[in-house]
């Protein structure tokens, strides 16, 4: 326990002595014209007996507290590539919603039946083949992607040119009624008692004395009457018993079956997953 004490207030002067050591000493080799007058007194830099015994040598290891700065970014410096650039080539026959063309900024700008995403993504909105193209008329510097509905077919498409509409249909003149052939009488169905009876609509609508309709619609019996169809053939289902014990097994028996026959599909499903994964 004195030892201990003891050593303490040593190691406190030692580290405050020890500095101001080194520099007396160094002041002593360089200064040679100065008097001795003037200078300190030089103290004895060998240890004394007691302190090589009680006092421990002065070393300072210093441990890292935390990790290194700058290793928190490392990683963000090379980011994964974005995968730009083109994603279907001209002549490519694309569908709508196919992404054509992936960009920061608008390198190239939607043409003809075409598209541009918040991203600057360039998607077709028809069917039809790519086309990488100029249009002088609509920008003189500006590169444009559309989709054209012919194989062999140009963008852009001259501005005197019908439009397409969807369904890559063209406008046409509209014939009329009285320029197109006759049709063909369209035919319904109706249940009687001699039971299904077809017949054309003009030839129904005349039997019944009501109005007459036009080529390409069709006279239908409504759904209740075609419900009511069995009632009045005179067809009647027989009715449940209860106490008809070998109906109610085979039911019970039907559905068993049914069962086990499902079990037997699961299990081979999950037997052909099991196999795919090996």
Same mark, same amino acid.
């Given at each position: ?16 002595? &020890? ?66 650039? &083109? ?36 998607? &077709? ?154």
């Amino acid at each position: 326990m004195l030892q201990s004490r003891f050593l303490t207030p040593m190691r406190l002067l030692e580290r405050a002595i &020890a500095p101001s050591l080194r520099s007396s000493q160094s002041l002593t080799r360089s200064s040679t014209t100065t008097p001795s007058s003037i200078l300190p007194r030089p103290i004895s830099a060998t240890p004394s007996p007691l302190s090589s015994r009680l006092l421990l040598p002065l070393s300072q290891v210093r441990h890292a507290s935390h990790a290194s700065q700058g290793a928190g970014n490392r990683h963000s410096r090379d980011p994964a590539g974005k995968r730009l650039g &083109a994603k279907r080539s001209g002549g490519e026959y694309v569908v709508p919603g196919c992404i054509i063309f992936r960009q920061r900024g608008t390198k190239w700008f939607p043409g003809e039946n075409c598209a541009l995403g918040r991203d600057h993504t360039i998607y &077709a909105t028809e069917a039809g083949y790519v086309r990488y193209y100029l249009d002088p008329e609509l920008h003189p510097d500006r590169k444009f992607i559309g989709v054209c509905f012919e194989k062999e077919g140009k963008l852009p498409t001259p501005r005197n040119a019908p439009s397409r509409r969807k369904l890559n249909r063209v406008a046409v003149p509209r014939i009329d009624v009285a320029d197109e052939p006759p049709a063909r009488s369209d035919l319904t169905a109706h249940v009687g008692a001699d039971g299904v009876v077809v017949a054309s609509v003009d030839a129904a609508t005349a039997a019944q004395g009501g109005p007459q309709l036009r080529p390409g619609y069709m006279y239908r019996e409504a759904n209740w009457q075609i419900g009511r169809a069995a009632e009045k053939a005179g067809i009647t289902a027989k009715p449940y018993n209860s106490k008809n014990r070998w109906l109610a097994w085979r039911k019970r028996q039907a559905r068993a079956d049914r069962a086990a026959q499902m079990k037997s599909l699961k299990n081979k499903k999950k037997t052909k997953k099991g196999k795919g994964g090996r």
